[in-house]
């Protein structure tokens, strides 16, 4: 089984930063592409940062300049550093993973952790 377990949520005031962590564990044979969804309260899911294997990085337009993922591949382990945090960032983050594992590939997801920021 694999499993995805996130990390680093919290209340923050508007120009503060945190830190999420998503580290995936089980039988994995080897993580593609690493991603953040984020859904606020009455809004659709939206990808806010995608990072390959190889380090190639996608972010949302909303969060450019402002939030930076990184991954370390020995860990499973994949980041999102948040800065110049606004009201409009809170959300309950998702991680989710491209997993191979010996006989299939799959998408997982974490189980969400909350960001809120206040203004």
């Known amino acids: 089984q694999v499993q995805l377990v996130e990390s680093g949520g919290g209340l923050v005031q508007a120009g503060g930063s945190l830190r999420l962590s998503c580290a995936a564990s089980?039988?994995?044979?080897?993580?593609?592409?690493m991603s953040w969804y984020r859904r606020a309260p009455g809004k659709q899911r939206e990808l806010v940062a995608a990072i390959t294997s190889g380090g190639t990085t996608n972010y949302a337009d909303s969060v450019k300049g402002r939030f930076t993922a990184s991954r370390d591949n020995a860990k499973n382990t994949v980041y999102l550093q948040m800065n110049s945090l606004k009201p409009e960032d809170t959300a309950v983050y998702y991680c989710n993973a491209r997993i191979a594992t010996v006989s299939f590939v799959g998408d997982y997801w974490g189980q969400g952790t909350q960001v809120t920021v206040s203004s």
């Open positions: 089980g039988s994995i044979f080897s993580i593609r592409s």
